[in-house]
Structure formats: structure tokens, C-alpha cells
């Protein structure tokens, strides 16, 4: 780049500002936040990013320099956005993985669900993973299950949410056989993704060993406690005392819509 082109050293200071203006703006939005999925919290998320990537490419050609911290994001995933400007319907898109990492509690939650419906006609299905996973998708919303994963013996894994604009709505059963094929990237309006992934970049710079021995200590002793709280919940057969509910709802952080894709 020649000199002619470079930006002012004004213009990197600008930038700065801009920086420190959208990290107040974040705070303020994140302490103000109504829910999980609070809009004002992506909103100001995306425009922090949006500022300090505009910084980071200002400190470079300037004064060959980085950043020292990278924002996570999907937005060089996806091409520039050509939908309506004005949409009168969307799509939302959503996925979120799961492993089974405990099978006798799934199980015995389909056993539960299995004797309460009393027109039931297979009342064999809890007994295979897979036919517990039918039974416990059946009964409950995907977003309760979402937030009651580890009570049904679920582990989260990624999550993914598109939101995408038309002109109108489908017609009823139009996309039904295939709901996933026909996904225009550039009807994409926003998407947010949640992933271990960005917990471990963060987590590689952390150098304090003695914090790390207390997490050791207390991820073990939480360990213990599980172990206990799911031998006392399972009798003989599997099944789940009455009155225990697992870990519960609310011990689950997240959704969002999950999380933004930050």
C-alpha cells in the first residue's frame, strides 16, 4: 500500500474511540438485558465487531499492527445480503446438537412419559435410546428441551440459528419434504452460532495454575455430587423418584437463539 493510501493517524484514532463507544454501548445493552435472546444485547454486539474489525484493519495499514483479541463471527461465512429490504415473512432456521451422555436417564424419563399416555400402543419405544429420543422430542418443545437438556441425560454441543427474509410466505406444506434443501445464503438476515470451540480459544490464555487446580478441585467435586444426586434419583429398574427432576431448568445457560454468533 503506499503512502498516499494509508489512513491518517487521525483516522486509526478515530477508530479507537469508535472501539471504546461500542464497548459501553455492549456493557450497557448486557445489563440491561430482558432474556437470553435479548435483541438490543446481538444488536450491540454485532456493532462492537463491527467496530473493532474496522479498527484492527486501520492499526494495520497504518502502523502494521494487530489487535490482540479476534471476535468469533459468521459473517465472512455468508455473502452480502441481496433479500427484501422490507420483508413481509421470514424462515428461522435452527439447529442444536446433542450427545446422549447418560442413557439410563433419558430412558427413564421416556418410561415416565410412556405411563402417563395411556393411548399409547408401542409401550416398548423407552426401552431403546432411540425410541426414548422419539418419545422425549414427542412430548416436550424443543426449546424446554434446550433448556432442560441435562435433567433428560443430554450434553449440548453446537447450535446454529439463521433467520432469513422473503417477499412472502410459503404456501402451507410447500418446503415440507424438504425444509433445509433450498436455503438462499443471501436471504440470510442474521445467524448466530454457539460452539465450545469459542469457550476454548479463550480458555488456551489462561496461565494461572492455581486457578486452574481450584477449577480442577471443584469440577471434581461437582462430579461427585452428580453421581451421588443421580444414584439417589434412579431406583432398581432405572426410573426416577417422583419428586426429583434431575438437575432442573434454569441451570442451563443459553440459547439464542442462542447465542450470537460472537
Same mark, same amino acid.
Given at each position: 500500500?503506499?503512502?498516499?493510501?494509508?489512513?491518517?493517524?487521525?483516522? #486509526?484514532?478515530?477508530?479507537?474511540?469508535?472501539?471504546?463507544?461500542?464497548?459501553?454501548? $455492549?456493557?450497557?445493552?448486557?445489563?440491561?438485558?430482558? *432474556?437470553?435472546?435479548?435483541?438490543?444485547? =446481538?444488536?450491540?454486539?454485532?456493532?462492537?465487531?463491527?467496530?473493532?474489525?474496522?479498527?484492527?484493519?486501520? +492499526? =494495520?495499514?497504518? =502502523?502494521?499492527? #494487530?489487535?490482540? @483479541?479476534?471476535?468469533? /463471527?459468521?459473517?465472512?461465512?455468508?455473502?452480502?445480503?441481496? !433479500?427484501?429490504?422490507?420483508?413481509?415473512?421470514?424462515?428461522?432456521?435452527?439447529?442444536? %446438537? =446433542?450427545?446422549? &451422555?447418560?442413557?439410563?436417564? +433419558?430412558?427413564? $424419563?421416556?418410561?415416565?412419559?410412556?405411563? &402417563?399416555?395411556?393411548?399409547?400402543?408401542?409401550?416398548?419405544?423407552?426401552?431403546?435410546? $432411540? *425410541?426414548?429420543?422419539?418419545?422425549?422430542?414427542?412430548?416436550?418443545?424443543? %426449546?424446554?428441551?434446550?433448556?432442560? $437438556?441435562?435433567?433428560? !441425560?443430554?450434553?449440548?454441543?453446537?447450535?446454529?440459528?439463521?433467520?432469513?427474509?422473503?417477499?412472502?410466505?410459503?404456501?402451507?406444506?410447500?418446503?415440507?419434504?424438504?425444509? @433445509?434443501?433450498?436455503?438462499?445464503?443471501?436471504?440470510?438476515?442474521?445467524?448466530?452460532?454457539?460452539?465450545?470451540? @469459542?469457550?476454548?480459544?479463550?480458555?488456551?490464555?489462561?496461565?494461572?495454575?492455581?486457578?486452574?487446580?481450584?477449577?480442577?478441585?471443584?469440577?471434581?467435586?461437582?462430579?461427585?455430587?452428580? %453421581?451421588?444426586?443421580?444414584?439417589?434419583?434412579?431406583?432398581?429398574? !432405572?426410573?426416577?423418584?417422583? /419428586?426429583?427432576? !434431575?438437575?432442573?431448568? *434454569?441451570?442451563?445457560?443459553?440459547?439464542?437463539?442462542?447465542?450470537?454468533?460472537?
Amino acid at each position: 500500500m503506499s503512502d498516499a493510501a494509508q489512513p491518517t493517524a487521525a483516522e #486509526v484514532r478515530a477508530a479507537a474511540e469508535a472501539v471504546k463507544t461500542a464497548l459501553d454501548r $455492549h456493557l450497557a445493552a448486557v445489563e440491561r438485558r430482558s *432474556g437470553e435472546d435479548d435483541p438490543a444485547v =446481538y444488536d450491540a454486539f454485532n456493532q462492537l465487531a463491527a467496530a473493532a474489525e474496522a479498527y484492527d484493519e486501520l +492499526l =494495520y495499514d497504518r =502502523y502494521d499492527e #494487530v489487535t490482540p @483479541f479476534e471476535i468469533p /463471527g459468521a459473517d465472512d461465512t455468508l455473502p452480502p445480503y441481496t !433479500g427484501p429490504e422490507e420483508p413481509s415473512a421470514l424462515s428461522v432456521l435452527i439447529r442444536r %446438537d =446433542y450427545a446422549v &451422555a447418560e442413557p439410563q436417564r +433419558l430412558m427413564a $424419563h421416556a418410561r415416565r412419559i410412556e405411563a &402417563a399416555d395411556e393411548e399409547s400402543t408401542d409401550m416398548d419405544a423407552s426401552g431403546t435410546v $432411540h *425410541g426414548a429420543l422419539s418419545l422425549l422430542f414427542g412430548e416436550f418443545e424443543p %426449546d424446554e428441551i434446550a433448556s432442560r $437438556h441435562k435433567e433428560f !441425560g443430554l450434553e449440548e454441543g453446537d447450535s446454529t440459528l439463521w433467520v432469513t427474509a422473503a417477499d412472502e410466505a410459503a404456501d402451507p406444506g410447500e418446503w415440507l419434504e424438504a425444509p @433445509f434443501e433450498q436455503v438462499d445464503p443471501q436471504s440470510v438476515v442474521c445467524r448466530f452460532d454457539v460452539s465450545a470451540v @469459542f469457550d476454548d480459544e479463550f480458555d488456551d490464555d489462561l496461565d494461572d495454575d492455581d486457578e486452574e487446580e481450584d477449577g480442577d478441585a471443584d469440577a471434581d467435586g461437582d462430579a461427585a455430587e452428580l %453421581d451421588e444426586d443421580l444414584a439417589a434419583e434412579l431406583d432398581e429398574d !432405572g426410573v426416577e423418584d417422583d /419428586g426429583s427432576e !434431575g438437575d432442573g431448568p *434454569g441451570d442451563t445457560a443459553v440459547p439464542a437463539g442462542l447465542e450470537a454468533d460472537r
